[in-house]
Nanobody
Framework: QVQLVESGGGLVPAGGSLSLSCAAS????????MGWFRQAPGKERGFVAA????????YYGDSVKGRFTISRDNAKKTVYLQMNSLKPEDAAVYYC?????????????????WGQGTQVTVSS
């Protein structure tokens, strides 16, 4: 399995931007699809964005389409999440995940390795 460490979280005003990074070690990063999920207090962990192993295909949750962008650099073993036009409802702990996708990029169960998360807080 690959080990994942997220960074870049913090406090940002509504309408602002934040960029998250997820650095991988171990495993073969370039073979994994990568995803970002988020979990707010009292809510289930939900899908944010995902990217195929090649970076050719990207997927987004409806609530973040047009505002967030996922990308990856296989040489650096890093996946990124650029978040623009942030809203208070985007506040959550953001988790990076890696997996061999069999069927559904949106499903939490397709991902085998998880980071410990990074907190994103959006002030209104």
């Amino acid at each position: 399995q690959v080990q994942l460490v997220e960074s870049g979280g913090g406090l940002v005003p509504a309408g602002g931007s934040l960029s998250l990074s997820c650095a991988a070690s171990g495993g073969t990063f370039s073979r994994y699809a990568m995803g970002w999920f988020r979990q707010a207090p009292g809510k289930e962990r939900g899908f944010v964005a995902a990217i195929s192993w090649s970076g050719r295909n990207t997927y987004y949750g409806d609530s973040v389409k047009g505002r967030f962008t996922i990308s990856r650099d296989n040489a650096k073993k890093t996946v990124y999440l650029q978040m623009n036009s942030l809203k208070p409802e985007d506040a959550a702990v953001y988790y990076c995940a890696a997996g061999y996708i069999r069927k559904d990029y949106y499903s939490i169960y397709e991902y085998d390795s998880w980071g410990q998360g990074t907190q994103v807080t959006v002030s209104s």
